[in-house]
């Protein structure tokens, strides 16, 4: 099963109303490519360079590409809907939603973002770069931060200049990983062997088919995180020797 770290995505929101940490699922991505369709001419090229900074931290495990074939969207959507729930601070700038599985392991099926529409009377190109750039890091799944410098900070959204990543954004980033299908099938046998087990415990076939499939899992996972650190390795190598020149 996948161990991340605290900066896993948990927010459930489907939900209108926000829920707490404890509440709320944790949601996985099945694909290292997240591509979205732009409704909106207005946002293309601050949403293209706000996915040119995630997509530039190196030992990432995703990808962020712009596809009009895409159900995941980019959008603006009317203050007076649903989506931009007042709080104390007014209605939000912006609004990220996911589509998930029921059944553990929630497996994000679609996600959409809002952009308020109101902000077309306000805000600048740089602006909005900032407003996807947080709302970008919400699709990843980081959570707010803390730190006022963080792009991850519930009010870090709007300022003159455009944001840069911080460290802990970037070692959050670095931290997430897609759900494999072979994982998500282990997590589906382990719910299932929990919740059917009977009085004599599980069949030798579901052991040994549960055995078989850990196994493999492991060795692919050896296999893929040598690979990852190897090529980290040489990226920073290679970063090193460009700066020492």
Request: hydrophobic letters at 40%.
């Amino acid at each position: 099963m996948l161990i991340l770290r605290r900066c896993l995505l948990t927010l459930n929101l489907l939900q209108a109303s926000q829920l707490t940490a404890q509440e709320d699922p944790q949601l996985y991505w099945t694909t290292h490519s997240i591509e979205f369709a732009v409704e909106s001419e207005e946002l293309r090229a601050p949403l293209q360079r706000a996915m040119n900074i995630w997509n530039a931290v190196s030992c990432s495990s995703f990808l962020l590409t712009i596809n009009p074939a895409s159900s995941n969207r980019v959008q603006f959507s009317s203050a007076n809907s649903q989506i931009f729930q007042s709080n104390e601070e007014g209605r939000p700038l912006a609004v990220t939603r996911h589509n998930y599985t029921a059944n553990s392991p929630r497996l994000i099926l679609q996600v959409d973002i809002f952009v308020n529409e109101e902000t077309k009377k306000r805000l600048s190109q740089t602006d909005y770069q900032n407003i996807l750039l947080h709302e970008l890091g919400h699709v990843l799944g980081l959570q707010h931060s803390e730190r006022f410098d963080s792009i991850m900070h519930k009010n870090a959204k709007t300022r003159f200049e455009p944001f840069k990543l911080i460290e802990e954004d970037i070692d959050c980033l670095r931290d997430l990983k897609p759900l494999t299908h072979l994982q998500a099938r282990l997590f589906e046998e382990q719910q299932s062997s929990i919740a059917h087990q009977s009085d004599g415990g599980c069949s030798q076939a579901g052991r040994t088919d549960n055995l078989l499939l850990l196994l493999l899992a492991i060795l692919w996972l050896g296999v893929g995180q040598r690979a990852r650190f190897r090529q980290c390795v040489y990226a920073r190598l290679a970063a090193q020797k460009r700066h020492a020149e």
